[in-house]
């Protein structure tokens, strides 16, 4: 170490008395000086810790460490290696200052420069810097957003989550948008609890599914103060969507119909999501693939709509006949509806006038006759 023989005023007694000014002298006495109370830094960037001394001091090194008691941590000795750390003044005896590359939130904490004074066994410490308060401040992660396990349908709320890490400090907005409006939502989690280097954070918000949400986004935003603008994750609905079609069967031409007409049932699975579907159609409970499926078309909201016909020869035979058409959409339990094919009574067949009288009479039985005064009526065509 060099020690100053030269002092500044000219009124200081020559170099003989050099011993009685090293004592009295208060730029001669041995002075470590830390002058920075607090620094913040961003993770990434290289931190400076200034620490310097004057004056003479004793033969001993001088090294940094975080944190204190028997726990603190070797940062810096001039012997040993220390891969992020670099002196500012490379083998200075006065400039202690180093700079702490590639931080990380782990960095935080308090720095303190110590001087040492080599001893005939371990080094003792003698002066101890007042500490550097070191923040690392780290930008959060790109938020991840999940949804339901399953599809859900339109009606009670479905929940979204949206999470993002390793960010400091802990203050965090999370806010949520569903195209663009936003949503009410609780507090995020922000964890842990207690203080520390950096935290995590967990939102969640319930949405109510529509039907036209086929084309809907939901969006998770987070800001924080390492932020330029604010980071985003988008869900598309359509995702978790799923939007029963509405059936419903009809004739062309309407039921009844003459015998031997032909006729066409026409199923409409409509405004269904997601477009995965299969329908099938039945007479009286038995599969025909006689049905004729239109192309599957896309409705303005994003559902689909689908048709089938069939067409069939409205024979006696088939009078009564229930034709049922039978959908089955995103793998759920069939759902279905029907129709029944009626056919009209022939014209030439006898009217309603004279067949109505004969299932009065054969509903009766002999001893219950009523009196031929009450049969009149009917006799007017036997
Ligand atoms: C810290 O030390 C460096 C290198 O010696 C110096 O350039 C800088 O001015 C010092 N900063 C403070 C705040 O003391
Ligand atoms: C969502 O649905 C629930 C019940 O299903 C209802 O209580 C709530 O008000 C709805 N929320 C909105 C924003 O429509
Ligand atoms: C319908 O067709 C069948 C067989 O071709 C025939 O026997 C029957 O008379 C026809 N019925 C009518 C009402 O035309
Ligand atoms: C269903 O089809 C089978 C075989 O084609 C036939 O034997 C049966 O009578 C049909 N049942 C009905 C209710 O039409
Ligand atoms: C209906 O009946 C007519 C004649 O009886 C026949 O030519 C036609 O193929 C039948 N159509 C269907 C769909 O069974």
């Known amino acids: 170490a060099q020690v100053p023989v030269s002092v500044p005023h000219r009124d200081k007694p020559p170099a003989r008395s050099i011993l009685l000014s090293l004592v009295l002298s208060p730029e001669l006495e041995f002075q470590l000086l830390q002058p920075q109370g607090a620094v913040s830094v961003s993770a990434g960037e290289t931190l400076t810790l200034n620490c310097s001394v004057t004056g003479l001091g004793p033969p001993g090194p001088v090294k940094w460490f975080k944190g204190s008691g028997s726990g603190r941590q070797l940062v810096y000795d001039q012997k040993g290696s220390f891969p992020r750390v670099t002196r500012a003044v490379s083998g200075s005896s006065t400039d202690f200052t180093i700079h702490i590359s590639d931080t990380r939130p782990e960095d935080a904490g308090i720095y303190r420069c110590v001087k040492f004074e080599k001893g005939s066994g371990a080094d003792e410490e003698i002066r101890s ?11 959060p992660s790109a938020p991840s957003m999940s949804g339901p396990p399953s599809r859900a349908e339109p009606g009670p709320p479905v929940t979204f989550t949206c999470t993002s890490g390793g960010f400091a400090p802990r203050d965090i907005a999370v806010t949520w948008l569903k195209n663009g409006a936003k949503l009410p939502a609780p507090q995020p989690r922000v964890l842990p609890a207690h203080e520390s280097v950096s935290y995590s954070v967990s939102s969640t918000v319930g949405v109510n599914l529509t039907a036209g949400d086929a084309r809907s986004q939901l969006t998770c935003q987070i800001e924080h103060s390492t932020l330029p603008a604010p980071l ?12 029963p079609p509405r059936l419903r069967v009809g004739t062309d031409p309407a039921v009844p119909v003459a015998p031997n007409e032909s006729v066409t049932f026409t199923c409409h699975a409509e405004g269904f999501y997601p477009k995965d579907v299969s329908l099938t159609w039945l007479e009286n409970g038995n599969e025909t693939n006689l049905g004729k499926p239109s192309p599957l078309a896309e409705n303005p909201d994003g559902t689909y709509t689908l048709q089938s ?7 006696e035979q088939r009078s009564q006949s229930m034709f049922t058409c039978r959908v089955v959409h995103d793998s759920q339990s069939p759902i279905s509806a029907s129709a029944t094919l009626r056919l009209s009574q022939p014209s030439a067949e006898p009217g309603p006038a004279l067949t109505l009288p004969k299932l009065h009479l054969s509903s009766l039985s002999p001893s219950s006759l009523p009196s031929p005064s009450l049969l009149h009526p009917f006799q007017a065509n036997p």
Do not use: F
């Open 129 to 139: 810097g007042a500490g550097t308060v070191v923040s690392v401040s780290a930008r």
């Open 232 to 243: 985003r994750a988008t869900y598309k609905l359509s995702d978790a969507l799923r939007v």
């Open 309 to 315: 016909s069939l067409e069939v020869n409205a024979t």
